[in-house]
């Protein structure tokens, strides 16, 4: 818990926001000065052992998870936010800060 009150620290100090649309925690958090809900996160370890925390979603398709534009991902305490490909890859738009 207190690494999830770190991390969100870290996001609000550099996205300047009280109220970060995708909130680094593990439940839901209603923001008292925004009608924003944030999603819930989690995180998911890939098979070549890198870890990623963040907003994913599931392709009925391939079976896997992956993660949602825009949504922020944290990986060995550094942040992106953007796009990826099929790989988990930044890729297209994005902005990446360290913690």
């Not at 593990?26 to 890198?50: F, K, Q, Y």
């Not at 949504?71 to 550094?78: C, F, K, R, S, V």
Request: charged share 25%; proline share 3%; glycine share 8%.
């Amino acid at each position: 818990m207190k690494r999830h009150i770190v991390m969100l620290r870290a996001f609000r100090r550099l996205s300047g926001s009280l109220c970060p649309r995708s909130l680094l925690t593990s439940s839901t958090v209603s923001c008292s000065t925004s009608t924003a809900i944030a999603e819930n996160t989690e995180t998911i370890e890939l098979p070549n052992g890198r870890q990623y925390t963040g907003v994913f979603a599931f392709n009925e398709i391939t079976k896997k998870k992956f993660p949602k534009d825009g949504t922020t991902l944290m990986e060995d305490g550094d942040y992106y936010t953007g796009e990826f490909n099929e790989e988990w890859e930044r890729h297209g738009n994005g902005k990446a800060w360290l913690a």
